[in-house]
Nanobody, 119 residues
Framework: QLQASGGGLVQPGESLRLSCAAS????????TAWYRQAPGKQRELVAI???????NYADSVKGRFTISRDNAKNTMYLQMNSLKPEDTAVYYC???????????????WGQGTLVTVSR
């Protein structure tokens, strides 16, 4: 239901843009978020955006990362600037989605995309 893309290997100070597209017959998407999990660490929330456009960020990425969404395309993005080695992790998108014809909202995870920041 969620397909993340855009990860890769970059040098410190460079930028990457992650995308996460929701597929299927979708009635609506509410809160969406990006999480990340570095080797040997727990998964942590990076950024979150509501369907109204309100955003919140982890302190470690404030001022460097920007979360956004295109509701017409059922896609969300994470623009990552001034990347640091400590940003290295697998990044996962997450969203609450309601499919057409179904009454319930469900929480979905994307498959993860690896971001490596290294010289």
């Amino acid at each position: 239901q969620l397909q993340a893309s855009g990860g890769g290997l970059v040098q410190p100070g460079e930028s990457l843009r992650l995308s996460c597209a929701a597929s299927g017959s979708i009635f609506g998407i509410t809160t969406t978020a990006w999480y990340r999990q570095a080797p040997g660490k727990q998964r942590e929330l990076v950024a979150i955006i509501t369907d109204g456009g309100s955003t919140n960020y982890a302190d470690s990425v404030k001022g460097r990362f920007t979360i956004s969404r295109d509701n017409a395309k059922n896609t969300m993005y994470l623009q990552m600037n001034s990347l640091k080695p400590e940003d290295t992790a697998v990044y996962y998108c997450n969203a609450n989605i309601r499919s057409n014809g179904l009454p319930a909202w469900r929480n979905y995870w994307g498959q993860g995309t690896l971001v490596t920041v290294s010289r």
